[in-house]
């Protein structure tokens, strides 16, 4: 799905005609690298961290495309990093602890503290702009336009990549990876760009602009508070993620999401441990997220509220979503339904409209929005008929949906519909044989869609239109706390 928008560097057809030209293939590659050279200094290049290096460029410079960028911009933003990488916050417990353990460039190795100077950073830095090509060099394995320093590049360079005999997160498994001196230089720029919870934050997003969103923060915050931003004191990745799509979901336009997806990279690189985690958001799951913060934010806060395994207080909800893992999160993250936490069944309430529910089914679940208006249909002519019963054997009745944890007992629940139905002369049966058929048949061997999906979309209909009658019978009767507990049992999908 994310390929369709994938602009290339060259066409097949140019890309032959360069090459017919020379046929010994170090000029060639010297002939691309210098001509894309010409083009402009840096480019998007898929890597997570160079990509977040130049996110860092671009948003000081204030400028959205790496063709935009001006020497002047790089000059300015490499000043701006080398004043406050030369600071021990930054140095020794930032760069040094987190992300390059022992820089020689950003001069974090603990050996360098006396020579550390913004002046000796910057020159450094520049250094780095400048460093001829080798033409026998190997090409980058990052960006392929130019080529690779001579030496390999170590882990205190370049996060994750290994050292001296010791390889980390590197498809070759050798010793040092071949990374070019300009996508050296953007992995040096990354602690700018970067969220440093416990460990190291990257987002990394396509289309590539969409990077530059999710990481104004952290340079807004370097900006205001001269120290790496630390996302607000989120103690999880995803946690901040989903909050931060909350935010941006608000402004973007539905159209700009796509084709978009996003990775999460958290890592750490010291000497004590490499490690990384990547959290891949699929698509469907970024919409949603950002259709609730557009036209359902209660609703979401609701259907968050109950993946926490203590119901937080409201005055709790911002340390929680700080805090503790959510269910809610992971199963959207791990492509599990969370279709039961659109309902609160000891509250017999809709946790949110629904139209996000709707929207849910439909992008996320895959149901189709056809099987979804007839599910509401017969929830409709469940709530006609049930609705004429005295207040606690309605609460009866939708007890026995709510504890139905087998298919008979399902089963029995609209026979039972059906019988109330004669019993008050509604006209009309509540299902032809076919729609029964099909409410527990068609679906019934599909994983997204078994009979259990159906029944928390009827439930989720059905508290939506009773609910105030619904409390009303169970308080009377004392027993929403028995409900929850034989609910959840067979609830869960
Ligand atoms: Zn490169």
Known sequence: MEVKGITREKTLEEFLRTSKKKSKTGIIQAQISSAAKEEYLFTWTGHPFTDAGLVALLLLSGKKRPEELTEEDIKNAIEFASELYSRKKWS???IHAMMLPNSG???ANPSMTKKRTPDTIKAKLFSLLSEPEDPNAPVCEICGRRHARPKPVYRSDFPLVGTGGVPNYFPSGKDGANICSHCLFLAQMMPLAAYRLSRVLVIHAYPYELMLEFHKEAIDDVKKTELASVARNFKRPENFLFEKLMDIGTKLEMG?????SITLYYFVNNNQGQEIEPIYIPNPILRFVAFAARVDRKGWMNIVSMGWRKKPRE?????FK???PNNVYSKLLSGESILYYFIDPQNRRA????RLLSFYCSEVLGLDKEALEFIKGVADRIVETVEKLPDNKLSRRVRELEKAGKLYQFEGFFI???KDRQEFGIPEALMSFNDFARILTSYGEDLNVSWKTVKNLLLFRIYE????RLMKASEEAGESEEVEEEFEEGGEE
Do not use: C, P, T
């Open 105 to 107: 460039i950003l001069m």
């Open 315 to 319: 005055e709790e909800f911002d340390e």
């Open 416 to 418: 039972r519909v059906e």
């Open 256 to 260: 700009r999401l796509e084709n978009a």
């Open 351 to 354: 946790n949110s409209s629904w």
């Open 465 to 468: 239109r009773l609910h105030d």
């Open 322 to 324: 700080k805090r503790y």
């Open 92 to 94: 020794s417990g930032y």
